[in-house]
């Protein structure tokens, strides 16, 4: 099986000014692309070769197959979840707002701890939000490659905090990249992945 890029659910300058075209341009005309191409070439010859994405993630062992598999799933994951600032649901409404309320109390409350674990995760990673196994929410940390479907937990959003998702854009002010991320971030997406 050959992985491939998937296109972007939007044009490269739409997420502007959160997240410039060059930095689309390099995240996942460059990096996202050089996973997949890994990706391929490790697998050859392994019993990876023709499983599924999902499949590697899970089986695969801490390594080089892992990571370039899990930073493909993240990034396709990643870049789903945003539209122009225009055009995104802004809120997130009825059982998942309801999910949400029940974990941290209130929206307001939920956005502020996800951006706490985001800005606080040192190093490479992901902040991600999943859904328990209670049908409410909780927030992880994940660092480098890591994946919430290596733990068989459902994510529904997530946060790139690795330097090259926001230093051409923002440097060293990671907080100031998460507080703006929330502007391009369709709930209407994290609604359909609850739902599943
Ligand atoms: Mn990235």
Redesign the pocket.
């Known amino acids: 099986m050959t992985h491939q890029l998937p296109p972007l659910p939007f044009a490269p300058d739409d997420l502007k000014p959160i997240i410039s075209d060059l930095t689309i341009g390099f995240?996942y005309g460059k990096?996202?692309q050089a996973y997949v191409n890994n990706l391929n070439n490790l697998i050859g010859g392994t019993p990876y070769e023709d499983a599924p994405l999902q499949t590697i993630i899970q089986k695969a062992p801490a390594g080089p197959i892992f990571n370039n598999a899990a930073?493909v799933f993240?990034?396709t994951f990643?870049f789903e979840q945003f539209k122009s600032m225009n055009e995104v649901k802004k809120r997130p409404e009825n059982e998942l707002l309801r999910a949400i309320e029940k974990s941290f109390g209130t929206y307001d409350k939920f956005v502020e701890a996800f951006s706490k674990a985001a800005a606080t995760l040192f190093g490479s990673g992901?902040a991600w939000v999943i859904r328990d196994q209670d049908g409410g929410v909780a927030i992880t940390q994940e660092t480098n490659a890591g994946c919430p479907l290596a733990k068989k937990q459902i994510p529904l959003l997530t946060c790139?905090v690795?330097e090259?998702?926001y230093y051409l854009d923002y440097q060293n002010k990671r907080p100031d990249y998460i507080k703006a991320f929330w502007d391009i971030l369709d709930w209407s997406v994290i609604e359909r992945r609850f739902r599943i």
């Open positions: 995240h990096h996202h930073q993240n990034h990643y992901w790139d690795w090259h998702a």
